[in-house]
């Protein structure tokens, strides 16, 4: 496994890191604390390359549109909404 695949797999938890306070230098010290020895400036970058990539990927994927049931019906679907006045009135 490169570093790359490695901090692509850690990613969430260290974008969670990230956003509890934790600066990339402490990750890195983290890293290292466990074994994974990353130069800072090589992390920052594939932090980067990774919030780049997750970024694209949720450009990528098109929201989904919930369907209504063929079953309402345009009446059905204004059963719950209000009163309007009536002109003759």
Known sequence: MTF???IRDLYP????MKKRGFTTREIAGKLDEYGV???LS???KYMHDMEQEMS????????????K???QTASSANAHAPATPNESE
């Open 4 to 6: 790359r695949e490695a």
């Open 13 to 16: 938890t260290l974008r969670d």
């Open 37 to 39: 020895y990353i130069e």
């Open 42 to 44: 090589t992390l920052s």
């Open 56 to 67: 694209q990927k949720s450009k990528a994927s098109p929201t989904r549109r919930v369907k």
């Open 69 to 71: 049931p063929a079953s």
